[in-house]
């Protein structure tokens, strides 16, 4: 199990009871498409892919549209991201990206 956090995505092995401590890459959101691609982007858009279980990542590109509101890895290249101004698929595990539905934020962003 995996938690986002402020210095790192905190990792639990024993069903959430105990937590190591967020460390390396800072993520807003995590989903996992297949056992060797676990998906993370960052507050600020940029997408990340993990073959190890979140261990190790590497950056595959910025998700358009803003602040990152949502993802949802549907398998190991098909992913979606909900953003301040739509939502997002890609089919090619991230590098590209077409928006699918438009979406209006309001004064205060939400």
Same mark, same amino acid.
């Given at each position: 199990?995996?938690?986002?956090?402020?210095?790192?995505?905190?990792?639990?092995?024993? @069903?959430? #009871?105990?937590? &190591?401590?967020?460390?390396?890459? &800072?993520?807003?959101?995590?989903? /996992?498409?297949?056992?060797?691609?676990?998906? @993370?982007?960052?507050?600020?858009?940029?997408?990340? #892919?993990?073959?190890?279980?979140?261990?190790? /990542?590497?950056?595959?590109?910025? $998700?358009?549209?803003? #602040?990152?509101?949502?993802?949802?890895?549907?398998?190991? #290249?098909?992913?979606? $991201?909900?953003?301040?101004?739509?939502?997002?698929?890609?089919?090619?595990?991230?590098?590209?990206? $077409?928006?699918?539905?438009?979406?209006?934020?309001?004064?205060?962003?939400?």
């Amino acid at each position: 199990m995996l938690a986002t956090t402020e210095t790192g995505v905190a990792r639990s092995t024993d @069903g959430g #009871r105990t937590f &190591v401590p967020g460390a390396g890459q &800072v993520l807003a959101h995590v989903s /996992w498409g297949a056992a060797d691609a676990l998906y @993370g982007v960052s507050p600020d858009g940029v997408l990340f #892919r993990s073959g190890d279980g979140g261990t190790a /990542w590497t950056r595959i590109g910025a $998700v358009p549209g803003g #602040r990152p509101q949502a993802l949802t890895a549907v398998d190991g #290249r098909r992913l979606f $991201v909900a953003t301040q101004d739509g939502v997002y698929e890609s089919g090619d595990a991230g590098r590209a990206f $077409v928006r699918r539905m438009e979406v209006a934020s309001g004064s205060d962003g939400h």
